[in-house]
């Protein structure tokens, strides 16, 4: 894919983080593109759903799977706006994704090439990895994000019984 493809995919992702923001939730969105359509697109509820899996890649791998009927999704590329954890990682290799594309890296739990790469490991399958794409606005919404929080600004979200 040519770069301004790239990120006009990021650019939906990054919407679908600001639903997240908006929900309360680490902003932080993932879409899943099949032969240059959108397939599935997700965004983070693990607090509003409390429940730690409910990764945007999760999510977004989840209803990728189900729209095409198959969990196997070799022509698929996943677009997220953070460099995926260990459990997402895992999961798109696991999922025999065609490619990862990411925006911000993720410095804490980063497992594209920050803490540890899954794409160098010894694993079945090896995606490729695109990093960097929108970089400084996928990082900027969590920036910010963060930086509220640490203010001490009340949730918004209010826990669902």
Not at 28 to 40: F, L, P, Y
Request: with cysteine; net charge positive.
């Amino acid at each position: 894919m040519e770069q301004k493809e790239l990120e006009k995919f990021m650019m939906l992702a990054l919407h679908e983080a600001k639903k997240a923001e908006s929900e309360d939730e680490v902003p932080v969105g993932a879409i899943v593109v099949v032969n240059g359509k959108v397939v599935a697109k997700a965004h983070n509820k693990k607090n509003q759903k409390h429940n730690a899996l409910l990764h945007a890649e999760m999510l977004a791998l989840e209803k990728a799977q189900k729209k095409l009927d198959d969990w196997h999704l070799l022509d698929a590329t996943l677009f997220v706006t953070l460099e995926p954890c260990p459990m997402c990682a895992g999961a798109c290799i696991n999922a025999r994704l065609k490619s990862v594309v990411f925006g911000a890296k993720d410095p804490k739990a980063g497992c594209f090439g920050s803490i540890f790469n899954f794409s160098e490991a010894k694993f079945n399958h090896k995606p490729k990895i695109v990093s960097g794409i929108l970089e400084e606005q996928c990082g900027q919404i969590l920036t910010n994000y963060f930086k509220q929080k640490r203010s001490g600004q009340k949730c918004k979200l209010k826990k669902q019984n």
